[in-house]
Antibody, heavy 119, light 107 residues
Framework: EVQLVESGGGLVQPGGSLRLSCAVS????????MNWVRQAPGKGLEWISY????????YYADSVKGRFTISRDNAKNSLYLQMNSLRAEDTAVYYC????????????WGQGTLVTVSS | DIQMTQSPSSLSASVGDRVTITCRAS??????LNWYQQKPGKAPKLLIY???SLQSGVPSRFSGSGSGTDFTLTISSLQPEDFATYYC?????????FGPGTKVDIK
């Protein structure tokens, strides 16, 4: 069974940092591209970052470029999102999502982890 | 970036109704359009990919159509478990932008 489990969310002050993790199981992690998608309270879905299976391609949304860093550890079956210089508008549920590149879909999602940026 | 719009933003319908949601892209995206369903407090779930292909396990009352810039998601006979928010997403290029969502609730 494919599973993605996010962790690392919580309350952080503006300007602070947080590192999210996504532990996966049930598939060959090293063969898949991965994404982070977030959803602010009561709002829609916002794609924020992508990493290829071989690490050589990374994309960011303009809203997080220069502040967030996506990475992965294929040996640990884990995806990460390092978030620095956090702002109130970064408050959201953050989801990791598997990218089935052959069909161009996000086919499996984690349950999400809530990040709240507030003083 | 490709901008996605959806209409309506919300709708009220009854069980058994036929429901149609429209998604429009700011430029041609061929058939690279996906639909997701999201229920409150849950992660999105893939319904339709490349405009009209049904994801495994998704009921056949869901269907998708369209190409270029205009797409539709149709639920042929709305069931109680279908009350949710529906998002389109273009997969033509990166960033894989989402539409703003259409909330389907009970009339």
């Amino acid at each position: 069974e494919v599973q993605l489990v996010e962790s690392g969310g919580g309350l952080v002050q503006p300007g602070g940092s947080l590192r999210l993790s996504c532990a996966v199981s049930g598939f060959t992690f090293s063969s898949y591209e991965m994404n982070w998608v977030r959803q602010a309270p009561g709002k829609g879905l916002e794609w924020i970052s992508y990493i290829s299976s071989s690490f050589n391609t990374i994309y960011y949304a303009d809203s997080v470029k220069g502040r967030f860093t996506i990475s992965r550890d294929n040996a640990k079956n884990s995806l990460y999102l390092q978030m620095n210089s956090l702002r109130a508008e970064d408050t959201a549920v953050y989801y990791c999502a598997r990218d089935d590149f052959s069909r161009r879909v996000f086919d499996y999602w984690g349950q999400g982890t809530l990040v709240t940026v507030s003083s | 970036d490709i901008q996605m719009t959806q209409s309506p933003s919300s709708l009220s319908a009854s069980v058994g109704d036929r429901v149609t949601i429209t998604c429009r892209a700011s430029q041609s995206i061929s058939i690279y359009l996906n639909w997701y369903q999201q229920k409150p407090g849950k992660a999105p779930k893939l319904l339709i990919y490349v405009a009209s292909s049904l994801q495994s396990g998704v009921p056949s009352r869901f269907s998708g159509s369209g190409s270029g810039t205009d797409f539709t998601l149709t639920i042929s006979s709305l069931q109680p478990e279908d009350f949710a928010t529906y998002y389109c997403q273009q997969s033509y290029n990166s960033p894989r932008t989402f539409g703003p969502g259409t909330k389907v609730d009970i009339k």
